[in-house]
């Protein structure tokens, strides 16, 4: 049983959450709060297995209560529910320790994935988050180190892929009562992911390739310059040795 803990200013927002939550048989809702201050009490009794954290709250913000629950309490992994998709708020939600990063309109089916994955360990990040990441990353000069985690986050997801198909065929074979129209469903469901992670693969291969286009632009550039740089100080140099 993996036990939850919803955190969100926003009654309703709280129920269309637990809502998402409750037919999941395998998940329980021990609480919900309704600002980070209160989240932190709530860890602290009931050390849950994930929190649901909601980032703009009163009192205390979902991300200080995240970096605080990560740092005192190991074992509580914090998955960011928000309505905001800038890139801003999910370099901050990592940094701060989150493991993953959600929007609230996320579909209930990929909301309750991620909460598997992330009690797995995976890093997850909402359907069409990384396709953005990814997007802007390609219009910046990222260095490699970056470049490594974008790399780190693509091959955590594709294990939980991985993970998820074992998973899904040990149950087809233990539950023979379910008809063949969910499974064909479930089928047609996994290989989707497996295509939409097989493209963002590709477009990790072409930022790959591009970081080391713009690397070496780069060092060429800077190596011309040092030589420009020299070329007008020697002849500047001879000129005033010539006319003096």
């Not at 809702?29 to 009794?45: P, R, S």
């Not at 890139?87 to 939600?93: C, E, K």
């Amino acid at each position: 049983m993996i036990t939850v803990l919803i955190v969100d200013d926003q009654k309703t927002v709280q129920e269309i959450l637990r809502s998402h939550l409750e037919s999941e048989s395998s998940l329980e809702i021990i609480g919900c709060a309704g600002d980070g201050q209160e989240a932190l009490d709530q860890v602290k009794m009931h050390r849950p297995d994930i929190v649901l954290m909601d980032i703009e709250m009163p009192i205390l913000d979902g991300l200080t209560a995240t970096k605080i629950i990560s740092e005192q309490f190991i074992d509580t992994k914090v998955l960011i529910i928000s309505v905001h998709n800038e890139d801003a708020y999910l370099n901050t939600a990592l940094q701060v320790g989150a493991k993953g990063y959600l929007l609230k309109n996320t579909p209930a089916k990929e909301m309750v994935n991620a909460i598997y994955s992330a009690y797995k360990g995976y890093f997850q990040l909402g359907p069409g988050l990384l396709e953005n990441y990814l997007h802007n990353a390609s219009k910046s000069q990222f260095d490699s180190q970056e470049l490594e985690q974008l790399k780190s986050i693509m091959l955590k997801q594709s294990q939980v892929l991985e993970n998820l198909g074992g998973e899904s065929s040990t149950q087809t074979k233990s539950r023979t009562h379910y008809s063949n129209g969910r499974h064909r469903r479930t089928s047609s469901s996994r290989d989707h992911l497996a295509d939409k992670y097989a493209s963002l693969e590709k477009q990790l291969y072409y930022l790959s390739n591009r970081v080391d286009y713009l690397t070496r632009r780069i060092n060429f550039l800077q190596q011309f310059g040092v030589l420009v740089i020299l070329g007008f100080l020697t002849l500047g140099t001879l000129l005033a040795y010539f006319t003096s």
